[in-house]
């Protein structure tokens, strides 16, 4: 301790010093030794004895800052949502809203095209009862009174042509497609998909051909 205040006593003299006499011009560099050169000399010899060395001083080594590191967090993803189903009550009013399709042929055109438009048929509503003209007629009415769109496939014009050239094979027209027809005249929300060509031709384009 007594070492550092001789130090600090030094370092106060030539700062005195500096102050006494004021900056030295470099042109002058005699007075400037002889202004504050002394006070200079007996710091570099009181040096050594402060650092306990014998003749130079020893290196001071600044210690590295240490800085505090933020901790480590584990990013946890979001399990996958799993499929929700619906509920009765969803799953009907979804069916209340899909399309009817009609037409002839409910086996090989109906059923396959209701399917790839998401589309209701007579058979979805019958539920396993047995068909019959008179609830043919009342699913027509139902479906129209709940507002749903119609899609009509058309005629099976592959099954007419074979009826028509062998009359033991296909089928002739029918006679429940064409009444549903008649049951949707004027009806707005009815949509067309079907084309015709002639009396054996025709179809739903990218579906009968």
Request: glycine share 8%.
């Amino acid at each position: 301790m007594k070492r550092w205040v001789q130090l600090i006593l030094l370092l106060l003299a030539a700062v005195a010093a500096f102050g006494s006499n004021g900056l030295v011009s470099s042109f002058a560099p005699e007075a400037a030794y002889t202004a504050y050169g002394g006070a200079v000399e007996r710091l570099e010899q009181r040096l050594p004895d402060v650092y306990g060395g014998s003749g130079q001083s020893a290196a001071v080594t600044r210690p590295e800052p240490c800085l505090p590191t933020a901790p480590k967090t584990q990013l946890s993803l979001p399990a996958p949502k799993q499929p929700v189903a619906l509920l009765p009550e969803a799953a009907e009013t979804a069916a209340k809203s899909a399309p009817v399709v009609i037409r002839e042929n409910m086996l090989g055109r109906v059923k396959p095209y209701a399917r790839n438009v998401g589309g209701y048929t007579i058979d979805d509503w019958l539920a396993g009862r047995q068909w019959s003209q008179q609830l043919n007629d009342q699913f027509i009415v139902e479906m129209k009174e709940q507002g749903r769109m119609f899609i009509d496939i058309g005629p099976d014009f592959e099954r007419r042509l074979a009826n028509r050239i062998n009359p033991a094979e296909g089928r002739s027209h029918s006679t429940v497609y064409g009444r549903e027809r008649q049951q949707l005249l004027n009806y707005d929300n009815y949509q067309r998909v079907y084309e015709r060509s002639g009396k054996y031709q025709g179809g739903v384009s990218e579906f009968d051909f």
